[in-house]
Structures are given as structure tokens and as C-alpha cells.
């Protein structure tokens, strides 16, 4: 498999941009994973255009990064876990179908919890990273797994 795609897939954050007009996910959330984030699709244009983003939304579920989202405020919790997973896992085995070459997952505990059983869909063979520790070290992972593509 010749494949470059890559697959990123971020929690939402608590820190929103305050635009009351709808904003593209990777716009609207402002948490450290976001920035890294835009930089890297700032700084590397060539390599993003290989790169789909996927956004674990508390309110929306699992969405593209260029969804409009409109400001909101839900927090992630047990029983948001369970009403999200039968959406979470029809889209995610959907976007699996492009053929990704590696896919990196950063999410927060809670949001990981939507995933659980969902990571036995990725084909064997692609390269599969999930970030964990605290934030700080998952943005260290995000930025290598960004900028070395961990292929």
C-alpha cells in the first residue's frame, strides 16, 4: 500500500473561539491541541493537503474539521459516551474506507472512551498511534506525529 494519507482525529476543547457565527471546527476550538494544529497546516501546506482532521465533538460527534460549528457549550460524560458511539462508529468505519497510511488519536480520557472496541476497525497494517499523559506530552506526540508523519 502506497498510501500517504493520514488521519487525525482531536477531542473538541472547552476553549472556543467566542464568534457567534458558526466557525470551522479546527477554527472554533481554541485548546493547545488546536494550535499545534494549525500550525503545522500553516507551516507545511504541502503535508496537510495528506492530512484529514476528524473532531470528537461532545454536542456534535465525530466530525470533519471544516464542519461549520456554532459555539456551544457540552461537556463529555458517561452517558454521552454511549448516545455517541453508534454515530461515532458508522462514521468512523465510513472514513476508514479512504485508505489511511497511519492515524493518530488525541483524545481526552473521557472522550477515548467513545473509541473503546472501535480501534479493532483499523486495518492491519496501518500505523496507529494514541497519544497519551498529560497535555503537555500529548502535544509533544501530536507535533512529532504531525511533522514525521510516523511513517
Not at 65 to 81: C, H, I, N, S, W
Request: charge should be positive; proline fraction near 7%.
Amino acid at each position: 500500500m502506497n498510501c500517504k494519507r493520514r488521519l487525525l482525529i482531536l477531542s473538541c476543547s472547552q476553549r472556543k473561539h467566542a464568534s457567534p457565527e458558526p466557525l470551522p471546527a479546527i477554527e472554533r476550538y481554541n485548546g493547545p491541541l488546536f494550535f499545534v494544529l494549525r500550525r503545522f497546516l500553516r507551516e507545511s501546506p504541502r503535508q496537510a493537503k495528506q492530512l484529514d482532521v476528524y473532531i470528537l465533538s461532545a454536542a456534535h460527534g465525530l466530525i470533519p474539521g471544516e464542519f461549520l460549528t456554532p459555539l456551544y457549550d457540552q461537556k463529555m460524560d458517561a452517558l454521552r459516551v454511549v448516545a455517541l458511539r453508534p454515530q461515532v462508529k458508522t462514521m468512523f468505519s465510513d472514513i476508514l474506507r479512504a485508505n489511511y497510511a497511519s492515524i493518530c488519536f488525541v483524545l481526552g480520557k473521557t472522550y477515548l472512551k467513545v473509541f473503546e472496541g472501535l480501534q479493532q476497525l483499523v486495518p492491519v497494517g496501518i500505523d496507529s498511534l494514541v497519544a497519551s499523559g498529560p497535555m503537555g506530552k500529548k502535544q509533544v506526540q501530536l507535533k512529532k506525529w504531525l511533522w514525521g508523519g510516523h511513517q
